[in-house]
């Protein structure tokens, strides 16, 4: 599976899960973990004895190893992490073990390996019979045990690690905690993995000594060669092998963007987003999958300004359960407790709907019929998803957030199924947010001349301006003779922007941004200058906002915003903000 | 003989180390631990048997305990899965 495209050029590209982030350009070191060789013979009765002896011998060397074990990475990536070897040694402890493997070993006439081997494997199998994924994870737990006794029962006292003596990459079948802890940071540079998941030891350990590591990618140990050139991407779980010059150039770029980023997040996360003068404007995130949620927090957002739920209607042909949204919701909303996450209901229909909504490609999709016109006409579908989301609302802080709202008429309706919601789970008793707050997204012309009105009637606005610039505008972004024309520091946009934070603040609701002009760092001193309370943007795009609005003072921005609202044109307006970015923010552009 | 039925509360389950705390604290006592699960009972002093019940969160387990101090024991070990065993 040679591939070629354009930046990247290798011998075989993987994909697998990313389990610890960065990138390591290296050589192979490939470690040999599930080889064991076992003996399958049956004894003669006379050295049924000695076996039982060589088995019980083999199991007081694996513990006294894994005290030794325990105490170097205990020292090393601190007390918590030994941990694990506390189960490994209670293992082994374990009579339900010993007194089996004896047995099979005695009444069989068995040998020590191939009685200890099946034991072992039985409860690994259990275990991996379960559902959740990180206790098949565990078995690794298992793995690492049976392999240290069978070593010992082969009289093989070598650490495999040791053979390591330049820096590479670790490829294997499988990393076990005790290989896991061993790395040396110095000569590992990363690790590519066949088994594992997110929550496997190997994960775990990697991420708390920051070595980068894809696990779970099926058959990289059967495809490399020992000395082979390897890239790995842990950030995005991709292992490259044997890539050209060119390809090994890019990503030393990068990586170095990596380390660079990196230390920009360092430098800010848990900092408040302040202006100079001690304005604070909430910077929060938006989130499309459940696995960013992880970023939202270390990228030091704080908060979800918009959770859009609309893959949970797309990851199957069924509609989504009440339970299932709640599940998933859930999820999230205990992460980023006590911060508040904002959950947009179904925006689908502008260009793709799922096969269980049942209709044909429309001609104007964007014009057509998509997210709260749908959810108005199907409320069936509106009510499973209202429910889930008053539900969640007893788990942590949560608002609801209606897209694609045009008018009032829409609002008074969402308004009315909200309760209808809310009394149905009263009856039921079901626990619910009996008080949750509701926002309109503004992205529709006619919602955001009609701002103010809309604005008595909710707690808080969020503009949208991916689609509020394409409709103000009359442009499709999709469209590339005109994609010129999209831009939101357009002066009409620029001006409706201005109306509807006043016409927000005037009936006494906070209004913020969720579309990407919100991270547009050319947007940014407007936006503050303008009042903006909340801006919601990308989990990556925190660090650099945050910076902004930390070394902006708010009266300079609110001069900047003043000043830009009488230029006519879009090009005055890009020309005045990158002059003025280019020298305050030097570093950033 | 003492019984109580609880629930699993710690996002990651009973796997590895919560499994060693439990079978840690049920060893400090004289009296017998059990474990069931569903139709299934494990040696709650076994920690291969308690990883086998690969209990998830929202699981329910039923905890008997057999033995002279089997009120303190069973005090001691509903603490600690209501504790989500330290983890959260």
Same mark, same amino acid.
């Given at each position: 599976m040679a591939v070629k495209n354009r930046k990247i050029k290798c011998k075989y590209f993987l994909k697998g899960v990313p389990a610890s982030p960065g990138i390591a350009i290296s050589k192979v070191f490939k470690l040999k973990g599930e080889s064991i060789r076992i003996d399958p013979t049956i004894l003669k009765d006379s050295s049924v004895d000695d076996e039982v002896e060589k088995f019980v011998k083999a199991v007081e060397r694996s513990k006294s190893e894994l005290k030794s074990l325990q105490s170097k990475v205990a020292h090393r990536v601190g007390q918590e992490n030994a941990k694990i070897f506390d189960v490994h040694q209670l293992l082994l402890e374990d009579s339900v073990i010993i007194e089996e493997t004896i047995n099979a070993i005695t009444k069989? &006439? *068995?040998?020590a390996e191939f009685a200890f081997y099946n034991v072992m494997q039985k409860y690994e199998d259990t275990l991996n019979g379960s559902t959740a994924d990180h206790f098949q994870n565990r078995t690794s737990d298992l793995r690492d045990v049976k392999r240290r006794v069978i070593r010992h029962i082969q009289g093989d006292r070598t650490d495999h690690l040791n053979q390591l003596s330049g820096s590479a990459v670790i490829v294997t079948n499988d990393l076990t905690p005790s290989d896991a802890v061993m790395l040396d940071r110095r000569k590992v540079f990363g690790f590519a993995t066949d088994l594992g998941g997110r929550t496997s030891h190997a994960a775990i350990m990697a991420r708390s000594m920051e070595v980068p590591a894809v696990v779970g990618l099926r058959r990289v140990f059967a495809l490399v060669q020992e000395g082979d050139r390897i890239i790995i991407d842990g950030s995005e779980g991709k292992v490259l092998v044997q890539p050209d010059e060119k390809t090994i150039k890019h990503y030393r770029q990068l990586q170095e963007k990596y380390y660079d980023t990196n230390r920009k997040l360092e430098e800010v *996360? &848990? +900092?408040?987003? +302040?202006?100079? $003068?001690g304005k604070e404007i909430e910077l929060s995130a938006n989130l499309e999958f459940t696995d960013e949620v992880e970023s939202v927090k270390s990228h030091g957002a704080k908060g979800v300004g918009l959770y859009r739920t609309d893959y949970i209607y797309l990851a199957k042909k069924e509609l989504p359960t009440e339970e299932e949204q709640f599940q998933e919701y859930r999820k999230i909303v205990k992460k980023i407790a006590p911060d508040s996450v904002i959950i947009r209901t179904m925006d689908l229909g502008g260009d793709k709907l799922p096969e269980s909504f049942l209709i044909p490609p429309q001609e104007n999709p964007f014009l057509g019929w998509r997210a709260i016109r749908i959810s108005l006409a199907r409320k069936d579908i509106f009510n499973t998803q209202l429910r889930a989301i008053l539900r969640v609302g007893a788990v942590g802080n949560v608002k609801i957030l209606l897209p694609m709202i045009s008018g009032l008429d829409e609002i008074h309706e969402c308004k009315k199924l909200i309760e209808s919601a809310k009394s149905e789970l009263q009856k039921e008793g079901i626990k619910y947010d009996p008080n949750i707050e509701i926002g309109a997204i503004i992205e529709v012309p006619s919602a955001a001349l009609l701002a103010d009105r809309i604005a008595r009637e909710v707690d808080f606005l969020s503009i949208g301006t991916n689609d509020l610039v394409q409709y103000l505008l009359a442009? $499709? *972004?999709? &469209?590339e003779r005109i994609?010129? +024309?999209?831009?939101? +520091?357009h002066p009409a946009v620029l001006r409706m922007i201005k109306q509807i934070i006043v016409a927000g603040h005037q009936e006494g609701v906070w209004v913020g941004m969720c579309g990407e002009m919100a991270s547009d760092p050319l947007a940014t001193l407007i936006l503050i200058g303008m009042d903006l309370d909340e801006f919601s943007v990308s989990p990556i795009a925190v660090p650099e906002i945050k910076k902004m609005i930390r070394s902006t003072e708010y009266r300079e921005a609110a001069r900047i915003a003043k000043k830009v609202l009488q230029f006519e044109r879009p090009s005055e307006v890009e020309r005045f903000m990158t002059k003025i970015v280019r020298k305050k923010f030097k570093d950033l552009i | 003989m003492v019984k109580k039925i609880v629930q699993i509360k710690n996002k990651l389950g009973l796997h590895a180390r919560p499994a060693l705390l439990f079978v840690n604290t049920a060893a400090k006592f004289e009296a017998d631990v059990y474990l069931g699960r569903d139709d299934h009972e494990v040696n709650g002093k076994s920690i291969m048997g308690v990883m086998m019940? /690969? /209990?998830?969160?929202g699981s329910k387990l039923t905890i008997t305990v057999k033995g002279l101090d089997e009120k303190k024991a069973i005090k001691a070990l509903i603490e600690l899965i209501e504790n989500k065993f330290n983890e959260e």
């Open positions: 069989e &006439n *068995r040998s *996360r &848990n +900092l408040k987003s +302040l202006t100079l $003068d442009v $499709d *972004r999709g &469209n994609a010129y +024309l999209y831009q939101h +520091l | 019940l /690969a /209990a998830e969160m």
